[in-house]
């Protein structure tokens, strides 16, 4: 979560009456956070695991499934709910030690959809162009990421989030297109 730009994330998604996925990094879930970490739970959204670090590939299957379980934790205890079994490791790295670290903690890996991400090739994420190209992408069952957050920098400039959603969205809606959390 980030205590900046989450929320206004949160009021898009709201406006556009769309549930969402959020995956939050355990270290980036504190006092000043924590708010926030409710509020996602408490307008219907889900939660899921994330890791800011590739180090997660090699560390030991059931250190894995203990630093997932404790994270778990740590959501249910703010929003009296527990997130969903799905993890998204850092970057979609992944190695055979995290699949039985996963297995061991009940967790199911998620990813994307290929290029459906607000990655905006080495330029700074601006809404309009990178809900173009989502839009012009998009297909039955894509799973499209919007980061709120950074791995390395919870307060990044994520500006860009809230306003992707409110134009994709209704482009998308007005295509078919339905939106729910992954875990539905």
Sequence with gaps: PNPRWTPPLLDALREQGVQATFFLIDEYITAETA????RIVAEGHAIGLHSGTRKLMIVSPSSLAGR????????????GREPCKLFRPHAGWRS??????LEQAGYRLAGWSWGMW???????????????????????GDIVVIHDGHHKNP??????????????????????????????
């Design 155 to 184: 307060t990044a400039d994520r500006h860009h989030a809230a306003e992707t959603v409110k134009i994709l969205a209704p482009r998308l809606r007005a295509r078919g297109f339905v939106f729910r959390t992954l875990c539905d």
């Design 118 to 140: 607000d990655w905006d090739w080495w330029r700074t994420p601006r809404a309009d162009r990178v809900a173009r190209r989502l839009e012009k992408k998009a297909s039955a």
């Design 35 to 38: 708010p926030i970490v409710e």
């Design 68 to 79: 997932l379980n404790r994270a778990a934790g740590r959501i249910t205890a703010i929003t």
């Design 96 to 101: 055979a030690t995290m699949y039985e670290g």
